[in-house]
C-alpha cells in the first residue's frame, strides 16, 4: 500500500469515526450534548435529524461502490461541519469551539481528495 492509500484509509477512519460517534451521541441526546445544541439555538429533535445522517454518511464513505453516494455524505458532512462553526461564531463561542468544526472539515476534504478512482463517480 502507498503513502497516499494509507493517508486516505486514516482520513477516511477518522472520518467515519466522528460521524459514526456523533450521530449516535445525537441520536442518544445526552444531556451534554442537547444543551450543547439548545446553546446554539437549535431545538432537540434537530439531533436526532442530524445523527440519523450523520450515521449514513459515516457509513457511507466506507462502503465500496456507493460512489454517488459518497460525493453526497461528503458534501453533507461539509455543511454540516461548516454550519457547526458559523453556529458556534454566531452565538460568540470560544474559537476553539469555532476552530475544531474547520479542523475536522480538514480531514473531510483529505478523504475526499486522496480517494482511489474506484471511489469517485464516473461521468
Do not use: C
Not at 19 to 30: A, E, K, N, T
Not at 36 to 62: N, R
Not at 74 to 97: C, E, N, Q, R, W
Amino acid at each position: 500500500m502507498n503513502k497516499r492509500a494509507i493517508t486516505y484509509w486514516i482520513a477516511t477512519g477518522l472520518t467515519a469515526f466522528i460521524f459514526l460517534s456523533g450521530g449516535i451521541v445525537d441520536i442518544l441526546r445526552p444531556a451534554p450534548a442537547l444543551q450543547g445544541m439548545t446553546h446554539l439555538g437549535y431545538p432537540a429533535y434537530f439531533m436526532v435529524i442530524l445523527g440519523v445522517w450523520k450515521v449514513f454518511g459515516g457509513a457511507i464513505i466506507l462502503l465500496p461502490r456507493t460512489a454517488l453516494l459518497k460525493e453526497w455524505a461528503y458534501a453533507g458532512m461539509a455543511f454540516d461541519l461548516t454550519g457547526a462553526t458559523f453556529s458556534h461564531a454566531a452565538v460568540g463561542d470560544p474559537i476553539a469551539k469555532i476552530i475544531t468544526p474547520i479542523i475536522l472539515l480538514g480531514i473531510v476534504v483529505a478523504s475526499w481528495a486522496l480517494r482511489p478512482d474506484s471511489r469517485k463517480v464516473r461521468l
